[in-house]
């Protein structure tokens, strides 16, 4: 791997060095709607590309999703409307341009994913049948199955990848981003998990590298996300030094089936098509509590929503509310709403003739991976689209149904991207080839004519046909190479220090921690006492890793508690493997979620403060923007405006060089932890 190294940070995950590699044009990593539409878009520009995916190609967070997509495709519904809808439920934080981008692009997006396969329900008349849903004014929310969305869409995204015979990598786990020596993209590091064609760590090695790895909701107890979403794509940008921003604000579903008070992972999700259908919410007494508190009454935003549950579990002592669909009947649940109805029956609820008892749960992160409107992040070479990237378009808040459509548009810009960045590469090196070329006729054509004016000359004629190096770089594109063993680095020493991991077993007490500081009421009692109980985590994780007799510059000051502590009673240090991979990932982004989440001193969307209950626009209407530096140190900054601003290295402000945060007018309560360095724009 001369020339390869890893990111500028200095940070990876400690793993073994990759034993094979493959090469391409771009990597994507993920197999939902983002990941897929980039990749077939790519590949058809002719563009090598390889798909990497943490379980099977059709197991993503796509295949999750119920309710449907939204764009303006009925009658009477505009881009503009649809766009004012999702501004007022990103609570002044939506980046404008983001949003227009995502409305106005949208419907033709819709309508390019059904000329792909997907097959959506239709009237009577076949126009696409829509639905409203939480936050929208109109109608036009598409689905498909009834409440099988995402798994119609994954369907035929599936089939047309593998009609179009694209490289993919199943049951791998990506592990790091790899770096040129100019510091661009070079590739990704993964681990495929015992199936398919390889074993073991390797390396995909490409210029251009996709995050699409959807969301991290498995850093709470209790979340609608998959097993797998453990944050792996964000915690893979941070360490390879790019931002991150708005991770504060995780939507919670306000209506998620209860299974009881020690349920966790992943818990059945109920629609929020079933409220746009007429569902009721009401508690125990059957008292609906929505009328009143907001024009929309159950389909208003889903954070005033969550708010609104959670206000009236705790006015009635209880642990859930009740979504009431008896006046459904039983034929409409069973044509509009099977895959719910089946999930309700399967743990002993009849929808039909009896309330279902839901409560809120984690399911969405409305922040992620910062990227402009190309897809882009501060790391040359690296993009994000879907759940991972925060493009600016959710703000503190997302609406409903808009989580498929911006994968499918801000896919389809970052393809748009990667080709013609490809196709500028390529013209300049078919100009470097044709003065290559010019040069060595020239060369002939000055040996032709000094020996036709009788000049002896010595050694050989160079011929243009026999122009060596410059010859051999007339494939278009870089083709996806045979499996080869990974060349050792030229010098191993100069490979960053692996970070500590995490114990597996400790990946349950990360999500209690964050369930009950960082869940859907925070404090600042709640937000410190978790960033304290993340620390311990990391500081354990950091002493067990220490060899014998040295201490890791970020190990806890030798006063902390335990940092005396003789070698027989420092913790074991965590094997490399899946398990402890995923959880040093957790481990990561929830520190990262805290700290953002401690700043911001206001409640906004669904960040909700119980000791800040009012939004201050004068003080926060503005962007939390967060890195890691080579120290394992979190950087913070707030941006000067709600404007999502630039993500180019080269605009991005110097960190460095900034300045700290100027004080609110309000009194400041919460300092920020001791590994939290603070900063803004310059």
């Given amino acids: 791997m001369t020339g390869i190294r890893h990111h500028a940070t200095g940070i990876r995950l400690t793993a073994p060095a990759p034993g094979w590699s493959i090469d391409a044009d771009v990597v994507v990593v993920g197999s939902g709607v983002a990941g897929l539409t980039a ?36 009658e009477g519904d505009t881009p503009e409307q649809h766009l004012d809808d999702t501004l007022v439920a990103g609570a002044g934080l939506c980046d404008e341009d983001a949003v227009r981008t995502l409305v106005t692009e949208g419907p033709d997006a819709v309508r390019r994913l059904i000329g792909a396969g997907a097959r959506f329900d239709t009237t009577d008349g076949g126009e696409i049948a829509l639905t409203r849903e939480g936050g929208h004014h109109r109608s036009r929310i598409a689905h498909a199955g009834g409440d099988a969305t995402g798994a119609e869409i994954s369907r035929a995204l599936v089939a047309a990848v593998r009609e179009a015979a694209l490289r993919t990598i199943e049951n791998a786990l990506v592990l790091d981003l790899l770096t040129d020596a100019d510091g661009r993209t ?67 579903h306000p209506t998620v089936l209860y299974l009881g008070a020690d349920s966790e992972g992943q818990q059945p999700l109920v629609s929020e098509a079933v409220r746009g259908e007429g569902a009721h919410l009401v508690d125990a007494s059957g008292a609906r509590f929505m009328v009143g508190q907001h024009e929309l009454a159950e389909l208003a935003p889903r954070d005033i929503v969550a708010k609104a549950i959670t206000r009236r579990m705790e006015l009635h002592g209880t642990e859930h509310m009740y979504l009431d669909a008896r006046h459904f009947g039983a034929d409409m649940w069973e044509r509009r709403f099977p895959t719910i109805l089946a999930a309700c029956r399967a743990h002993g ?32 070479g690296l993009y994000a689209c879907g759940e991972v990237a925060c493009t600016g378009v959710h703000g503190a808040n997302r609406l409903a149904s808009n989580s498929l459509l911006e994968g499918l548009v801000f896919a389809e810009r970052i393809a748009t991207d990667i080709v013609e960045r490809a196709n500028d590469a390529e013209h300049v090196r078919d100009a470097e080839r044709a003065n290559d070329t010019a040069q060595t006729q020239g060369v ?21 046909d026999d122009a060596g190096p410059a010859a051999e770089g007339t494939a278009p594109r870089t083709p996806v190479a045979a499996d080869r063993p990974l060349a050792a680095a030229a010098d191993p020493a100069a490979l960053p220090a692996p970070s500590p991991l995490l114990d597996p077993e400790q990946r349950g007490t990360v999500q209690r921690i ?14 410190a006492a978790a960033a304290d109980a993340l620390e311990a985590l990391h500081d354990g994780a950091v002493r067990a890793a220490a060899p014998d007799g040295a201490r890791d510059a970020d190990a806890p000051d030798a006063d902390a508690p335990g940092a005396d502590a003789p070698d027989a009673d420092r913790p074991k240090p965590a094997e490399p493997g899946v398990e402890a991979w995923e959880a040093t990932n957790l481990l990561l982004v929830s520190r990262v979620l805290v700290a953002a989440a401690r700043r911001r001193e206001e409640t906004r969307g669904c960040h909700w403060r119980e000791d800040r209950p009012e939004r201050d626009d004068e003080n926060w209407r503005r962007h939390l923007v967060v890195r890691l530096t080579s120290e ?39 300092p920020p932890p001791a590994d939290v360095t603070e900063e803004s724009q310059p």
Avoid at 41 to 61: E, F, I, M, P
Avoid at 223 to 252: H, I, K, M, Y
Avoid at 514 to 527: D, F, N, P
Wanted: some cysteine; hydrophobic content about 40%.
């Fill in 349 to 380: 609820i009849d929808p039909v003739t009896e309330p279902i008892p839901v409560a809120p749960a984690a399911h969405y992160a409305s922040g992620g991976v910062r990227t402009d409107l190309r897809g882009r992040t501060t790391v040359p």
């Fill in 444 to 464: 002939a054509q000055t040996n032709d004519t000094a020996q036709t004016n009788g000049v002896a000359q010595t050694g050989s004629t160079a011929r243009a």
């Fill in 186 to 252: 070079a590739g990704v590091t993964l681990h495929v998990m015992g199936e398919g064609r390889h074993d073991g760590v390797g390396a995909v090695r490409a210029p251009a590298v996709v995050l699409a790895t959807g969301g991290m909701g498995q850093v709470f107890s209790a979340t609608t996300n998959p097993a797998v979403s453990t944050g792996d794509g964000v915690a893979l940008a941070l360490r390879a030094g790019a931002e991150v921003s708005d991770l504060e604000f995780v939507q919670f």
């Fill in 39 to 74: 990749a077939l878009r790519c590949a058809a520009a002719g563009l090598a590309t390889v798909v990497v995916t943490k379980a099977r190609l059709d197991d993503g967070s796509t295949r999750w999703a119920q309710g449907g997509i939204a764009a303006a495709l009925g």
């Fill in 632 to 670: 394992r140190r979190l950087v913070l900054r707030r941006t000067e405006t709600a404007a999502f601003g630039p993500v180019s290295p080269a605009q991005a402000p110097d960190c460095a060089a900034a300045s700290p945060i100027p004080p609110t007018t309000t009194p400041t309560t919460d």
């Fill in 514 to 527: 964050m369930t009950r500081g960082a869940g859907v009421l925070r404090s600042a009692e709640s937000l």
